[in-house]
């Protein structure tokens, strides 16, 4: 099972930008599509983006579609995800995941079975 450790978390005012990291444990990462989910307090989890085990393919939700860009290197092992333009109804705990099994396309049904501790983000109006 992959070990996801998230950082990059903050508080930041509303336009503004963060990058978010996770780091993944064990020689297999780069076989497995990755994915960034976030919960805000009181909601369930949701989508937010993810991307397939090469790289080449990626999924966002609407709510940060054209805002968020998720990406990998897998020479270090670390998926980043890119937040732009920030909005107050960003706030929340984000989680990077691994899919469950390898070489998945990464879309937003992927079973992902290794989840990190999160990073809060907080965006202030």
């Known amino acids: 099972q992959v070990q996801l450790v998230e950082s990059g978390g903050g508080l930041v005012q509303a336009g503004g930008s963060l990058r978010l990291s996770c780091a993944a444990s064990?020689?297999?990462?780069?076989?497995?599509?990755m994915g960034w989910f976030r919960q805000a307090p009181g909601k369930e989890r949701e989508f937010v983006a993810s991307i397939n085990w090469t790289g080449g393919r990626t999924y966002y939700a609407d709510s940060v579609k054209g805002r968020f860009t998720i990406s990998r290197d897998n020479a270090k092992n670390t998926v980043y995800l890119q937040m732009n333009s920030l909005k107050p109804e960003d706030t929340a705990v984000y989680y990077c995941?691994?899919?469950?099994?390898?070489?998945?396309?990464?879309?937003?049904?992927?079973?992902?079975?290794?989840w990190g501790q999160g990073t809060q983000v907080t965006v202030s109006s």
């Open positions: 064990g020689p297999t990462f780069s076989k497995y599509a």
């Open positions: 995941a691994a899919a469950r099994f390898n070489y998945g396309s990464g879309s937003p049904g992927t079973d992902f079975g290794s």
